[in-house]
T-cell receptor, first 112, second 116 residues
């Protein structure tokens, strides 16, 4: 079945530091890949997505590239801000499916 | 983007009681789902809410414990029955806007239940 393995946290960074959260997946065929973010006290929001190999999703300075060869979708941001403090979830949806499989989530705290 | 309204947003419940969570979507919906997020954990799919018929439950979840209704395209309810402290979680309604396998999945802000 489909599964997502996400780097465990928590991760604590200083402002302007580089952030990477690793995500690898197991799936048959060509899934769609997503990063969701959950800010403190808020609901889950889609951060970015990629639907085919070599696609790069980007939003709010975050990027992730769909790597078929390494079955990965790592999230990166070059210079984080305090406002980026949140829980980040990697997720996958199979090619002929409508359900999402989520990773465990990574809590990121950015200190001023 | 879509707006998904859930209520209640939070509640404190007594052991053995039941609570119904409502979910309303403001856009044309293809699919609706209910997820559970236990404290400090990821999201687990409870079931797919099917319009006008019984929900499709994932392994480990049963209709008697989590009855779900979806009387029309944009509205669904989840009941958490005979609650115990282990049911303390955030329950999230979600909906696919657009085609089932390509549309974006939106989430409500969740209903945080605490069972004493």
């Amino acid at each position: 079945g489909n599964s997502v393995t996400q780097m465990e946290g928590p991760v604590t960074l200083s402002e302007e530091a580089f952030l990477t959260i690793n995500c690898t997946y197991t799936a048959t065929g060509y899934p769609s890949l997503f990063w969701y973010v959950q800010y403190p006290g808020e609901g889950l929001q889609l951060l970015l997505k990629a639907t085919k190999a070599d696609d790069k999703g980007s939003n709010k300075g975050f990027e992730a590239t769909y790597r078929k060869e390494t079955t990965s979708f790592h999230l990166e941001k070059g210079s984080v801000q305090v406002s980026d403090s949140a829980v980040y979830f990697c997720a996958l949806r199979g090619p002929n499916d409508y359900k999402l499989s989520f990773g465990a989530g990574t809590t990121v705290t950015v200190r001023a | 983007s879509a707006v998904i309204s859930q209520k209640p947003s939070r509640d404190i419940c007594q052991r053995g009681t039941s609570l119904t969570i409502q979910c309303q979507v403001d856009s044309q919906v293809t699919m609706m789902f209910w997820y559970r997020q236990q404290p400090g954990q990821s999201l687990t799919l409870i079931a797919t809410a099917n319009q006008g018929s019984e929900a499709t439950y994932e392994s480990g979840f049963v209709i008697d414990k989590f009855p779900i209704s979806r009387p029309n395209l944009t509205f669904s309810t989840l009941t958490v029955s005979n609650m115990s402290p282990e049911d303390s979680s955030i329950y999230l309604c979600s909906a696919v806007i657009g085609q089932s396998n390509t549309g974006e999945l939106f989430f409500g802000e969740g209903s945080r239940l605490t069972v004493l």
